[in-house]
Each structure stands twice: as structure tokens, then as C-alpha cells.
């Protein structure tokens, strides 16, 4: 069937998104990796920028993972045992040891009963949340989470849908009171981490208020978390937004293995009834193939490195960088979203200045991200940087020293 037709429709909406300024735009290629050299943690390689190195601070691998010598010796080992994919969706034959193992220590490191394994955090949410569902369920969900539990809660089509203010515990309180006897089950759900500011959900505070009122609902108040930014980066001992708030009584934790373990993936860490249910009911687990085995047994790798000494280690130094970071950037008088996580925004508060700032990062050598309307609201345009366990102090304070030129002659 000629496409013509249906070509035209679909240019015109690209196009307008172009001339609305949503568009996402080209996608920067990288082509290269040089390892960290002196003083300099590792430098990146882009398309049609020759031999010119890059200092990358938009990364999600905040304990630098993805380099990590143990970790790609074991995808490589399991690569050459296993073979290169699957083969199949797990109820098929594509679950492998591996896979159950890498469930086994995700459950064990969250002190969980059980976990699950998907191909990605998004479809973790996407593939949960519509199973718990149902036509009886309220939902109740913090205004900035992010897109995939936007989604989740659009697909599932619950009885009621609640948005209360962002960390706004009280507006949370109040919509669950609101709704008693409106529906058998309550889902509260947030992000742990919210990524466009670094900024934490109060867990605590959350798991209080579902316990205050859990009697008073037929099927419980379950409380669930995407925290894909906080494990590995939040926390003592890297477990997370859970850890660091000290909450006790979360039911859901979703996370990833595709930012501070480095890996790919996504994961569910609960009870074993609730994991038995949804392994018979998540169409997002149910009909895709699971993450390779060597990405499952890389993971595992990265899992055994966070809890361990060398992970303390890293945590502390990661710590040390984002504060170095963030004084850097006050000194300057800079405005800043300061919190103990290593997604330090920088406040910019204009579309314009945004773009101009990050081209001149761009322009020497630093890879930061700009957020402007939608993603962030008007007036709360920034740029995002990401301090990783790979930066040395001497990366920080030449992205310091940019900054600080910046400021001298604008």
C-alpha cells in the first residue's frame, strides 16, 4: 500500500513539534571511549567532532559501572557460555540460571522476598502496574513522576485517579481521606528520585500515611516506588530512597540495572505472592524476551561490587564529588537544587539562556543536559548535570572553570 498519505500526516507532526521546540532532534552519536588517562577520568568521542574529547556529565552511570573491568569480563564470560540472546521469552525457554540468580540477589539486597526480572525499568512499571489495577482501585501519584507511571495509570484505566501536589504529604493525606469508601484498594505511587531535580519522595513520611489508613480500605494501601534514580546512588549503602529516608512499610520497589549498576534492565523487588501474580499476569514480562545472560550475570557483577567494601567506597566518593560540585557552583552564584543525590540542577530560568549555555558547554568539551519546557514547567528551565564515580576532582573543577568564564562574560 503506497504510504503517501500517511507520510504527509506524519511530517506535518514532527514538524510541529520542530516549531514548538519539543522535538527531541538528532541524537548525538558517540564513536569512541578513551579510557581515563593522568588526572582525567574517561573522555567521549562524538560524530563530526574529530579527535576533540568530551567530559560526559549527562550519564546515568553514577558509580561508573559501565567501564568497570569485572563487569564487562563477566558479560564477556557468559557471552561465550551462553551465547549472545534468549532465544525466547522466559515461559518459552528463555529463562536461564542466570536470570533466576540475578532475581535471587535483587530480592536478597532489598531485603525483599522475591524479585522479577524485565527488559527495562519503563516496562517494569508499564508491566506491573496495570495487573494491580482494577476497575475497584484509586490511584494516587506524586505530579512529577515521571512518564512511564504517567502511562502505566493511563493504560490501566483505574476507578479513580488522584494527582497530589509534588512531595506534598499533606495533599496526600487529604486525597486518601477523600476517598474512603470510594474503592476497595489504594495504590500510592512515586518516584524515589525525581530526575529532572535530584529532589527525593519522603518515603517515610508516604508509608506512615498508608499505614494510618489501611484499615480503612477492603484491599489494602499499597505503596510503590520507582526508584531507578536512588538504588546505587542514595543511601549509606546504595539501596536507595527507601535507605536514605529510612522508610519503613514500602510494598513495590521498581528499579533499573541500566544506570548506577551500568548494566541494562529493570527489576521488581516485593513479596513472592505478589511476584508469583505478576509473573502470571505482566504482558510487558509475559510476552518479551528477558535481558541477556550476559547481561544478567554483568549485573550480578555490578550488584556484588555496590555491596561490598569497594561499593562504600564508591558511594563516599561519589558523595564527595557531587558536594564539590554543588559548592563550585554556589561560589559562582549559581542557583542550584542542592540534595545528597549527583543530579546537580542548575537553574536557569529561561529557554534561551538555557540553549546558549549548553552549547557553550558543548563548545568546550562538556556534555550537560538542557531541559526546557514541557519537560521541566515554564520558568524552571535548567541544566542537568550527573556526577559519576568516573570523574576525578580534577574533571570537576575544569567543568568549574568552564562555568566560572561563563559567568565572566555573559
Known amino acids: 500500500m503506497p504510504l503517501e498519505r500517511l507520510d504527509k500526516v506524519l ?3 514532527v514538524e510541529e513539534l520542530i516549531t ?11 564513536t569512541g571511549i578513551k579510557p581515563p588517562e593522568g588526572e582525567k577520568g574517561p573522555r567521549y568521542y562524538i560524530e563530526g567532532e574529530g579527535d576533540k574529547e568530551f567530559l560526559k556529565m549527562n550519564s546515568n552511570a553514577y558509580l561508573g559501572m559501565p567501564l568497570r573491568k569485572e563487569v564487562i569480563e563477566a ?28 532475581e535471587k540477589k535483587l530480592a536478597k539486597f532489598h531485603n525483599r522476598e522475591a524479585a522479577m526480572i524485565f527488559s527495562s525499568a519503563y516496562s517494569t512499571v508499564m508491566g506491573i502496574l496495570s495487573p494491580l489495577i482494577t476497575k475497584e482501585t484509586i490511584v494516587i501519584s506524586d505530579a512529577l513522576n515521571h ?15 488522584e494527582i497530589y501536589k509534588h512531595l506534598d504529604v499533606v495533599d496526600l493525606e487529604t486525597k486518601v481521606k477523600n476517598n474512603i469508601r470510594n474503592g476497595k484498594r489504594v495504590i500510592i505511587v512515586t518516584d524515589g528520585i525525581f530526575s529532572m531535580r535530584g ?5 517515610d513520611k508516604i508509608s506512615n500515611i498508608a499505614k494510618k489508613y489501611d484499615a480503612k480500605f477492603e484491599e489494602s494501601i499499597i505503596t510503590i516506588v520507582d526508584d531507578s534514580h536512588g538504588v546505587g546512588a542514595l543511601g549509606k549503602t546504595g539501596r536507595g530512597t527507601e535507605e536514605y529516608t529510612n522508610a519503613k512499610g514500602i510494598d513495590i520497589i521498581v528499579a533499573t540495572l541500566g544506570k548506577a549498576l551500568g548494566v541494562n534492565g529493570g527489576y521488581v523487588v516485593t513479596s513472592s505472592t505478589i511476584i508469583n501474580y505478576l509473573r502470571e499476569t505482566a504482558p510487558f514480562y509475559i510476552y518479551s524476551n528477558p535481558i541477556t545472560v550476559s547481561e544478567a550475570c554483568a549485573a550480578m557483577k555490578a550488584l556484588e561490587i555496590l555491596d561490598s567494601e569497594r561499593g562504600l567506597e564508591l558511594l563516599e566518593y561519589l558523595r564527595k564529588l557531587t558536594k564539590r560540585f554543588e559548592k563550585g557552583l554556589v561560589d559562582l552564584g549559581y542557583e542550584i537544587i542542592e540534595s545528597d543525590h549527583p543530579i546537580v540542577p542548575l537553574m536557569v530560568r529561561d529557554t534561551q539562556k538555557t540553549s546558549d549555555l549548553v ?6 568539551g562538556i556534555l550537560a543536559t538542557g531541559l526546557n519546557f514541557p519537560v521541566v514547567p515554564k520558568g524552571d528551565e535548567e541544566i542537568r548535570f550527573q556526577i559519576s564515580a568516573d570523574h576525578t576532582e580534577y574533571d570537576i573543577d575544569y567543568a568549574i572553570g568552564v562555568l566560572r568564564k561563563y559567568k565572566e562574560t555573559h
Open 11 to 13: 511530517k506535518i507532526a
Open 20 to 30: 514548538k521546540g519539543t522535538a527531541k532532534g538528532k541524537e548525538m552519536v558517540i
Open 147 to 161: 512518564n512511564c507511571i504517567i502511562n502505566a495509570i493511563r493504560l490501566s484505566r483505574p476507578k479513580i485517579k
Open 199 to 203: 529532589d527525593n519522595a519522603p518515603l
Open 75 to 102: 558479560e564477556e564470560k557468559a557471552s561465550k557460555e551462553y551465547g549472545a540472546g534468549p532465544g525466547a521469552v522466559r515461559f518459552i525457554s528463555g529463562t536461564y540460571k542466570p536470570h533466576i540468580e540475578l
Open 359 to 364: 552549547k557553550y558547554l558543548t563548545e568546550n
